[in-house]
């Protein structure tokens, strides 16, 4: 199972943890680890793009593993940026675990 951990104190993002496999299909088929993983880098990818954000990443060798941490001390129009981006990414993998709970779970420390 992916398990997505977003930590949110006061409402704002500052880091989420994706850890796991899906094991829905075999390796190559696997929609939802291809899904989970296509918005989790899209996000992390679009902070690097749009904003002046150089967020804190660890990978896993082996894959299955992905941390990024939003620096506190960003400019507020960074973090509202930041923000929307990171909203985005918990709104899309909110429809992928409605559909496929059984392979992913989020988890939201607020």
């Known amino acids: 199972m992916i398990k997505?951990?977003?930590?949110?104190?006061?409402?704002r993002i500052a880091s989420f943890t994706l850890s796991?496999?899906?094991?829905?299909?075999?390796k190559g088929s696997d929609i939802v680890?291809?899904?989970?993983?296509?918005?989790s880098f899209g996000a992390v990818n679009a902070i690097m793009s749009l904003t002046d954000v150089k967020p804190e990443i660890e990978q896993g060798r082996e894959g299955g593993y992905?941390?990024?941490?939003?620096p506190a001390n960003i400019s507020p129009e960074s973090e509202e940026k930041v923000q929307?981006?990171?909203?985005?990414m918990l709104v899309s993998l909110q429809t992928i675990e409605r559909d496929y709970g059984k392979y992913m779970k989020i988890i939201l420390n607020q």
């Open 4 to 11: 997505v951990v977003f930590d949110a104190p006061q409402e």
């Open 20 to 26: 796991g496999h899906a094991n829905f299909a075999k």
């Open 33 to 39: 680890c291809a899904g989970v993983s296509a918005v």
């Open 66 to 70: 992905l941390r990024c941490a939003i």
């Open 84 to 88: 929307l981006l990171l909203n985005g």
